[in-house]
């Protein structure tokens, strides 16, 4: 219960932030997909995929989840109050849930932000088909503000992440020997990370390199 509360602090502490930022810059609402940025506003977490998962944030009414039905049962962990949006297995039902959304948040005719590197074509069609003469923005100042200030849920987080790469790093260091391929390390490295109690969703996959290939930053095992 503990927890509960501490995490339902966190979230509402964002959002009066997310409130302020979005009236300083005179935006209405603020729309994120799947990705880092969402998990930050809910603390749940869905992967970028052909299916759209969407967030509505306006000030003063609830969050909306656009999602399929399937992932619903994933918001029942999430403790402030919540409008989900569910959508069956058919594509034929987005411009519905996508339309409800707008409507829950009175997205028409609204200044709307996004985050441009992260936004898809396939979102913002839909949200331009659902929401008449709203006017979509790039967001990326306030989200950088935002989340470039780290509270201290994140900072935990950090070092917590700190200890599993390094527990990880020295129990994989004794698989490195001549013989071995670059793919057979990155498989120790990825289960150690898993193992010392990292998300099995990497931010990238680890990067191992030898020889030449240890030249290129971004190598490819």
Excluded at 177 to 200: D, Q, V, W
């Amino acid at each position: 219960m503990e927890l509960k509360e501490e995490f339902s602090t966190i979230l509402r502490e964002r959002h009066a932030r997310l409130a302020d930022e979005l009236q300083r810059a005179r935006l209405d609402a603020l729309v994120l997909n799947a990705g880092p940025s969402l998990t930050y506003f809910t603390g749940l977490d869905f992967h970028l995929s052909e299916r759209p998962v969407v967030g509505i944030f306006r000030p003063h009414l609830p969050a909306v989840l656009i999602l399929p039905d399937f992932e619903i049962g994933k918001t029942h962990v999430y403790p402030l109050e919540l409008q989900t949006i569910g959508y069956g297995e058919n594509p034929g039902g987005w411009p519905a849930a996508f339309k409800q959304g707008a409507l829950a948040t009175r997205l028409i005719s609204a200044r709307v932000g996004l985050e441009p590197t992260r936004f898809r074509f396939l979102e913002l069609r839909l949200l331009e088909d659902a929401a008449h003469d709203a006017g979509f923005v790039s967001a990326e100042g306030i989200i950088s503000r935002l989340r470039m200030v780290k509270d201290a849920a994140e900072l935990e987080d950090m070092h917590r992440a700190v200890q599993i790469a390094q527990q990880a790093l020295t129990a994989t260091l004794p698989e490195i020997r001549i013989g071995r391929s670059e793919k057979e390390i990155t498989a120790a490295l990825t289960l150690n990370l898993i193992r010392f109690g990292s998300s099995p969703e990497l931010p990238f996959n680890p990067i191992v390199a030898a020889g030449p290939n240890s030249a290129n930053p971004h190598a490819v095992p």
